[in-house]
């Protein structure tokens, strides 16, 4: 540590080309500009009260139920609990029937609101609901968990800790939908409330609700089963529990069909980080709550398994990587001569991409006061771009070779770099990816290879010889104005998009779902596949019905 040479400040952001890479999205935490820890932190501080209003389950765990959250308005979780045989429980979309399914109402739902969505909840995607309704979501037990968990507390004992600990979860949801999804209330129609003004707000106060029922039910069930003898859920193991969540290709297209958007919640990152890297000093507090989150870290890494070959890899270099930055920090002067500056400055040099991304979600921590307000740039409510038809092409082919170098270098005539194709299944209208070369699907891709669409632009103005606006160009030419379109926004939003071939023949989807995660508040990516994830949410944080007397901030970080 004597030999570094002394630090100066730098406030400037990262630049694209190295935050941008499939390889460090992959690699993203979660953080305090989380959609998740936005919610908790909103509602603690506004002082958010909540209530189970109906509950009328029977002692075969069928029935419906209502809980509110009253904030500003009220939503209301609408409830409808089944009877699910274990033969027909599954995560994959095209499922037809779950152990649960759910609705976020806009306001305190009649009897009448009821029924109606008694004849669509269950039914999913095959049923509809209305602009009153924010989300439509469902879950599934898990098999591992659930019955042990019953039987234990029917008993009057607690369930095992260690089973407890190596799944996480007593339901995981397999789809929260919003924004328009099956008559769902569009994103416009919230999005001018500050309570609903971050992104996935709506759809993340869904699944906070969703985990208080889960562990009511659990405890209604072992009570109808073991009459006076059962006990409920001691507290520090139900608030372990989280809701876990199968995700899978249907979330990859969002980082690339948003670009803005995408823009937005790395800007807000990068900026925070910036800021917190700047800061010439700090205070022992704040010196002391980074020692001690970065500690909880590490024991919730610990706990962190998977048999996936990526996630088996990547854990491989994440943990000895954090003994390293422990060993680092046992001598680190956290206080004064810029410090998180000569951290990271450190960690870029010594440790893994995941560590390093691990150590700034930590440098944030103690600076809500310096970042929070960040995340209200994190929302897009502008609507589609419009194309700037004024624009010079000299102009246009600068932004190309600023902004795409990686993909104007990429040799697109080979197989691998094409080995891919996106496409929508006409059964589900989710979307899937095939293999160019081997399925006849490439009459039915989608535009999700921008790498690809921008090398063709730039190749078509090189040959170009009329006038030299954009406008001229793309009315000869309008198969690229997607291309332009995405051009002309990352000229103004740098992190808008993903710096890496997302048809290559060595894409690991996995890489977006978990950057779209983290920044959901997800812990502990669990691959089944390079093409979907299960994750965990809301462990350690309380229940609403505990919330007003238990500061969330740092609840995603397990106790010592």
């Not at 209502?66 to 095209?94: M, N, Q, W």
């Not at 399914?101 to 009448?112: A, R, W």
């Not at 092409?393 to 080979?414: F, K, P, V």
């Amino acid at each position: 540590m004597s030999d570094m040479p002394e630090p100066r400040p730098a406030a400037a952001l990262r630049p694209a080309g190295q935050v941008m890479t499939l390889e460090r999205l992959g690699s993203l935490h979660q953080s305090r500009l989380s959609f998740m820890r936005v919610l908790l932190r909103r509602l603690f501080r506004n002082g958010w009260h909540f209530e189970r209003t109906v509950w009328d389950i029977d002692a075969d765990g069928v029935g419906h139920a209502v809980y509110s959250a009253k904030g500003p308005r009220t939503y209301s979780l609408v409830v409808f609990a089944h009877d699910l045989p274990d033969e027909l429980r599954s995560d994959r979309v095209i499922a037809e029937a779950w152990d649960a399914t759910f609705s976020l109402f806009d306001g305190v739902p009649t009897s009448e609101d009821i029924e109606r969505l008694r004849a669509n909840v269950p039914k999913q995607e095959a049923g509809r609901v209305s602009e009153r309704e924010l989300t439509l979501s469902r879950a599934n037990r898990s098999v591992r968990l659930w019955g042990h968990v019953v039987d234990a507390l029917a008993a009057g004992r607690q369930p095992d800790p260690a089973q407890i600990a190596s799944v996480g979860y007593l339901m995981r949801t397999t789809a929260v939908y919003g924004s328009g999804k099956f008559g769902a209330a569009d994103r416009e129609v919230i999005a001018d409330r500050p309570e609903l003004n971050p992104p996935f707000q709506a759809e993340l106060l869904s699944v906070y609700l969703i985990r208080w029922f889960v562990r009511d039910l659990v405890e209604h069930m072992a009570t109808s089963q073991g009459g006076a003898s059962a006990v409920r859920l001691a507290p520090e193991i139900a608030r372990s529990l989280g809701i876990g969540n199968s995700t899978g290709l249907g979330m990859a297209p969002f980082l690339v069909n948003h670009p803005q958007l995408f823009n937005n919640w790395i800007m807000a990152r990068e900026t925070a980080f910036a800021r917190v890297r700047a800061l010439p000093s700090a205070t022992e507090d704040e010196a002391a709550l980074f020692r001690d989150l970065f500690a909880r870290s590490c024991a919730s890494v610990d706990l962190w398994a998977s048999e996936h070959p990526l996630q088996v890899e990547k854990l491989a270099a994440l943990r000895p990587d954090l003994d390293r930055a422990g060993a680092y920090l046992t001598e680190a002067d956290l206080v004064s001569g810029h410090p998180w500056f000569r951290l990271w400055r450190w960690a870029e040099a010594e440790l893994c991409i995941d560590a390093q991304e691990l150590l700034i979600s930590l440098m944030l921590e103690p600076y809500g006061s310096l970042i929070d307000d960040l995340v209200f740039e994190m929302a897009d409510n502008s609507g589609t771009a419009r194309i700037d038809g004024a624009m010079s092409l000299n102009r246009l082919q600068d932004i190309l070779r600023r902004g795409y170098s990686w993909a104007l270098e990429t040799n697109w005539a080979e197989r691998q770099a094409q080995a891919r194709a996106w496409y929508v299944s006409a059964e589900k209208l989710e979307p899937r990816l095939g293999e160019r070369f081997d399925e006849p699907i490439e009459d039915y891709e989608q535009p999700l290879a921008p790498g690809r669409d921008v090398a063709a632009l730039y190749r078509a103005l090189e040959g170009w010889d009329g006038a030299p606006t954009v406008a001229a160009f793309a009315i000869a030419h309008p198969e690229h104005r997607s291309a332009i379109r995405r051009a002309q926004i990352l000229a103004q939003a740098p992190y808008a998009e993903i710096q890496g071939n997302t048809i290559d023949a060595a894409l690991m989807p996995i890489d977006m779902l978990r950057a779209k995660l983290s920044f959901f508040g997800a812990i502990h990516f669990d691959p089944r596949s390079d093409r979907w994830v299960r994750i965990c949410m809301y462990s350690g944080a309380p229940y609403p019905d505990e919330l007003a007397s238990n500061d969330p901030e740092f609840s995603i970080y397990p106790p010592m």
